[in-house]
């Protein structure tokens, strides 16, 4: 398999071709922008990849259009994304945003990305490496923007899909949209339900994305309206041995967990002659609920979150093209929750954190081929934790200035060949969960300091009317990095590390053969490592920090073999890695895996699809996340298996 997709990926890398891309984009500057302007690796995911794919899980989606790990940390839908190799922490080092907005959980938890409807989805833009002049903290590994769709004057779109296959999968998408001249609004919804893999696996997901908008040439105006309900069963992870013996087995055949969320986005633009403000007010609350048992009883919980936003900013034009942009964003951030165990109170715990922050980024063009981009933020951050055991309550505060920088350069050499470089400093905080303990007798006296990076990172991209290919090498130096440490005795802790470091090297290729096939290959090769530190009495300088695959490599094809016919191939191979726990590389590396998808679709009637699709095509035994058993001496570990091959077949009607 590693041989069929490096053979897959050396073709993507020798004969490349592609239009023209006239892609605009707005992640980089919070305003519509040109991507072959901007100095920094963008990826531009479209509506059309996201119907190639063989899945409907948006973290697979990513995964194989966007060059990125993803990793099952607790038998969910939604998995961990982690951009540029940081591990379990890899949530809080890539920012998500929809729409511009934060929904990047402040726990210990990955962004529900199960809530949002494929369809309503008009692209994704991935920036690697970047985000936090813009957007503030956890952007050290770069930031994904999910870009719902907005109604274009006089469009009518429609679509129902209905999708059945493996595991007991049931699937419905549906939607509407029609915006008028001066009015317009739409409703994406979409429903699934499955056994999974594994026994105690079965998930239920219920999601609606609504969207009204006053939209004419002095401006527009919107509001959106998304509402959640997840239903998910706890299958928990198996040792090596039950591994080899039935994967599909569970320990935990009462463990469950539910949420429900809400999201409220009320915003605007408007042009004022060259210029352009534009504001977001976000509003997003969930509710969530657990229940996981042991032979000395029940450990159940329930949280509740709140998250407001507001965000208005400015861009001003200026001279030839040169554009200033100011902004600013406030943010606040409440979290009650509480657990029992064996029916009797563990502790109640209520958090709150506040952000405000200002920044500018300065988009100048020093000549007709060369663009800088100079931009600085400045944010003040207070943070309040409250930990109420039966006896006694614990409370903690602090407060920081944090800051943020970019300096980017891009020059476009002639015959399509540009360079870019780019240099920057981000920082993220503690959430909720990394500040809290469980035990009235281990609380730190200290709330965890701030992490801050400094990196930098040198690309090339060429394209003409015929090809499109990006590679780009890139450095992350961390101060202060948050993270669970197993070694810090008695029993682990989350801590700041001594310093550490990330480095890589990736590239992406794009090619169209001829108008009937499209291939496309991706590679990233990672390293990250501690740089210093002794814990427990290990040091673990120069070790790999675990978790973080050595290589990611993505090949895919589409061919439109006949003119309502379309076949879609997908392969996905992760590297070698250390096990989760195993700071001290005294264990073996977690195994490596390829997986292939593969879909094909045929349109009937002039409005009516039908697709079959087998995820895991060879039916490959892996797991993406590992854990050893003792991090001072290791004999074997637990994991979380994944599905085994699954077929699917869907019928979908589209108007547009």
């Not at 936090?132 to 719902?148: D, E, F, M, R, S």
């Not at 929750?337 to 100048?364: D, H, I, K």
């Not at 439109?560 to 992760?574: E, G, K, M, Q, W």
Request: charged residues 25%.
């Amino acid at each position: 398999m590693l041989r069929l997709i490096a053979a897959g990926f050396l073709a993507g890398c020798i004969s490349l071709s592609w239009a023209q891309d006239e892609t605009v984009v707005i992640t980089a500057t919070r305003f519509a922008d040109a991507r072959r302007d901007l100095p920094i690796g963008v990826t531009v995911i479209t509506a059309d990849d996201i119907r190639k794919s063989a899945s409907s899980n948006l973290p697979d989606i990513l995964a194989q259009f966007g060059l990125l790990q993803i990793r099952n940390l607790a038998g969910t839908q939604n998995q961990q994304i982690d951009l540029r190799g940081f591990g379990v922490t890899g949530d809080q080092n890539t920012l998500i945003l929809i729409d511009g907005l934060r929904i990047t959980e402040n726990e210990l938890e990955s962004a529900q990305l199960s809530a949002i409807p494929l369809e309503s989805i008009e692209r994704i833009e991935i920036v690697r490496g970047g985000g936090a002049v813009l957007y503030g903290g956890g952007a050290t590994g770069g930031t994904i923007n999910i870009i719902t769709r907005r109604g274009v004057p006089g469009e009518t779109r429609a679509h129902a899909l209905a999708r059945v296959g493996g595991y007991g999968t049931v699937e419905g998408r549906a939607g509407y949209d029609r915006q008028g001249e001066l009015f317009g609004g739409g409703l994406a919804a979409s429903y699934e339900d499955t056994n999974g893999y594994r026994r105690n696996s079965r998930y239920r997901q219920r999601n609606a994305l609504g969207r009204l908008e006053a939209s004419a040439p002095e401006g527009r105006v919107y509001l959106k309206l998304g509402v959640d309900e997840l239903r998910q069963r706890l299958p928990g992870s198996l040792t090596e041995a039950e591994i080899a013996t039935d994967p599909k087995q569970t320990n935990t055949p009462d463990d469950w967990r539910e949420r429900e969320g809400v999201q409220l986005i009320v915003g605007g633009a408007k042009p004022l002659g060259r210029h352009e403000i534009s504001a977001d007010a976000g509003y997003r609350t969930k509710r969530s609920r657990f229940s996981l048992g042991s032979a000395f009883g029940d450990f159940a919980g329930s949280g509740d979150v709140e998250q407001w936003t507001f965000s208005p900013r400015a861009k001003l034009v200026f001279g030839r093209a040169h554009e200033l942009v100011l902004g600013v964003d406030l943010e606040h951030w409440d979290l009650t929750s509480g657990a029992t165990f064996a029916g009797f109170p563990s502790f109640q715990r209520t958090s709150e954190q506040s952000n405000a922050a200002v920044y500018a980024q300065a988009n100048l063009w020093l000549g007709t081929a060369t663009r800088l981009v100079l931009g600085a933020r400045e944010q003040r951050m207070a943070q309040r934790l409250n930990l109420e055991f039966p006896t006694p309550t614990t409370e903690r505060t602090s407060s920081h200035r944090l800051e943020a920088y970019e300096a980017a350069l891009r020059h476009a050499w002639g015959a399509g060949w540009s360079s870019y470089a780019r240099l920057g400093k981000s920082f993220r905080v503690a959430n909720f969960d990394e500040n809290a303990c469980f035990s009235p007798f281990s609380c730190p006296t200290e709330l965890l300091k701030p992490q801050t990076a400094l990196g930098a990172e040198l690309g090339m991209e060429y394209e003409t009317s015929r090809v499109r290919a990006r590679a780009s090498v890139y450095q992350i130096d961390l101060e202060n990095e948050i993270y669970f440490s197993p070694l810090v005795p008695p029993f682990g802790a989350n801590i700041n590390l001594s310093p550490t470091r990330r480095r890589g090297f990736e590239l992406e290729t794009l090619w169209r053969a001829v108008p009937s096939v499209d291939l496309r290959a991706a590679l990233a090769l990672m390293q990250a490592e501690f740089r210093s530190g002794t814990f427990g009495g290990v040091d673990v300088s120069g070790k790999t920090v675990p978790l973080v695959p050595e290589v990611l490599a993505t090949i895919g094809a589409s061919w439109t073999f006949a003119p309502r016919s379309r076949v879609n191939l997908t392969a996905r191979y992760v590297g070698s890695q250390r096990f989760d726990n195993d700071q001290a590389n005294l264990f073996r590396k977690q195994p490596d895996y390829a997986l292939v998808d593969a879909k094909v679709e045929y349109r009937f009637r002039p409005r009516w699809d039908v697709a079959f699709e087998v995820r895991n095509l060879f039916d490959k035994r892996y797991f993406s996340y590992g854990r050893v058993d003792d991090p001072f001496a290791p004999t074997t570990f637990s994991a979380l298996p994944e599905p085994g091959r699954a077929a699917y077949a869907s019928l979908a009607w589209r108007l547009d």
